[in-house]
């Protein structure tokens, strides 16, 4: 007979005791379990480019036109359509992206290793606000930029980080941020401040001209979201560590495409349970209604999945004018998700609730039987490719991955 309680409490004592560590920033080929030149990797639950929303196809096509195999749309598309080119999720190579996430083999990516567990983790690098290719933007300034990043700011942290004794502890810089009025999701303001603090005096002593120097620390504090993705490589080490618990119904993968959304349960292996994602309720940037808005996007929901995001809302009032409500509503936000999570998280507190640990390990049993699906905070894309963010704000994920979940518990331990 299966011990669900002890299942979940297993899980959930495992994401709670990772510690995830940045240990260096790597060409994707070289380090991503199964990375190979001719695939790509994308956020969300597997995808076919017939299905892909613009965002997701701009963003493939800019990452084809990167890595030297198009010129432009069209012969982009007919190398994913004609099969030379694979699509797989992130989450399948022990990596997550953000928004549409896509990745190529020569693409830098941060390295995280939880050295409680010792399983890694992988990321790409964040190219800030504005027209960039996780929005499904590939203009010449875009790819110009990616270079950039690559050639530059992706040698300099590598050399930086090589010098630092332990590498950087995301989970203690997450904790710190978090009393300083960030959630970890869409409001890094703290944590990109405290990461670029960790870095500068790498990054001074690194064999770098001062000139490049000077410009990686100046886009680095200039990045409000300098940190979201080695948090978010943080956050998918954390989950991992609870995957494949038997028994467990709690949730590990929470991620979105633009037009599925998908989880994964620890207690049943490496299957996605998908619905259609939804369209995100919030403010939009002068010009823009919700018209403009493509489907929700990312693998940016792990953090909530490891229990931040708006499951930390209460921590980042301010958030509010970003995304729209009240602070009142922050906080019930998270008071809502105590009640369909297993635990109370021991490195992530909240100060306005008494240091009350922030709401950790989404089961899957509660979300059925409350109606209460997880919260998501969210930045909105252009529903076509290479327009960029148009806002930010709510949305929650379907409710029959939860109910289909189940029913696949129940039939695998159960019956």
């Known amino acids: 007979m299966i011990d669900i309680e002890k299942a979940n409490e297993t899980a959930v004592s495992r994401m709670m005791e990772a510690r995830p560590i940045l240990k260096t920033v790597a060409v994707a080929r070289d380090v991503i379990p199964g990375m190979r030149e001719n695939l790509l990797l994308h956020a969300g639950p597997p995808i076919t480019w017939e299905r892909a929303s613009g965002p997701m196809r701009g963003a493939i096509v800019g990452a084809l036109i990167f890595e030297g195999k198009a010129t432009d749309w069209a012969s982009a598309e007919k190398l994913v359509t004609s099969g030379q080119i694979d699509l797989e999720p992130c989450h399948e190579h022990s990596a997550v992206g953000p928004m549409a996430g896509v990745t190529s083999a020569s693409m830098k990516v941060y390295v995280i290793e939880n050295v409680t567990h010792g399983n890694k983790t992988y990321s790409n690098l964040n190219e800030g606000y504005g027209k960039v290719l996780r929005y499904g933007a590939y203009s010449e300034e875009v790819l110009t930029k990616l270079h950039w990043m690559n050639d530059t700011l992706g040698t300099i942290l590598t050399e930086a980080l090589a010098m630092s004794e332990d590498g950087i502890d995301i989970r203690a810089l997450l904790a710190e941020s978090l009393h300083m009025g960030d959630e970890g999701h869409n409001r890094n303001k703290a944590g990109s401040i405290l990461f670029t603090a960790k870095l500068a005096p790498l990054i001074a002593k690194t064999s770098a001209s001062d000139a490049d120097k000077a410009e990686v620390l100046q886009f680095l504090g200039d990045n409000a979201l300098s940190v979201l993705n080695p948090v978010m490589a943080a956050c998918k080490a954390m989950a991992d560590a609870g995957h494949g618990v038997e028994g467990s119904t709690v949730m590990t993968v929470m991620a979105r495409n633009g037009t599925d959304l998908g989880i ?12 259609p994602v939804g369209q995100p309720d919030g403010l939009y940037f002068s010009g823009f209604t919700a018209d403009d808005a493509s489907g929700d996007i990312g693998d940016s929901t792990i953090t909530e999945t490891a229990g931040i995001g708006a499951f930390a809302m209460a921590t980042a009032p301010a958030i509010v004018t970003f995304i729209s409500g009240t602070p009142e509503m922050a906080v019930d936000t998270t008071m809502r998700m105590y009640e369909i999570t ?15 640990g922030t709401p950790v390990g989404v089961d899957i049993r509660k979300v059925v039987e409350l109606g209460i699906r997880p919260q998501i905070n969210t930045g909105i894309a252009h529903k076509d490719a290479g327009v960029g963010q148009v806002g930010a704000g ?9 109910e289909d979940a189940l029913i696949a518990y129940a039939e695998k331990y159960l019956s």
């Open 394 to 402: 709510l949305v929650l994920p379907p409710a029959n991955v939860f």
């Open 342 to 356: 297993v635990g109370e998280h021991k490195a992530f507190t909240i100060p306005v609730l008494g240091f009350r």
């Open 264 to 275: 994964r349960v620890s207690g049943l292996g490496d299957r996605w349970f998908t619905g």
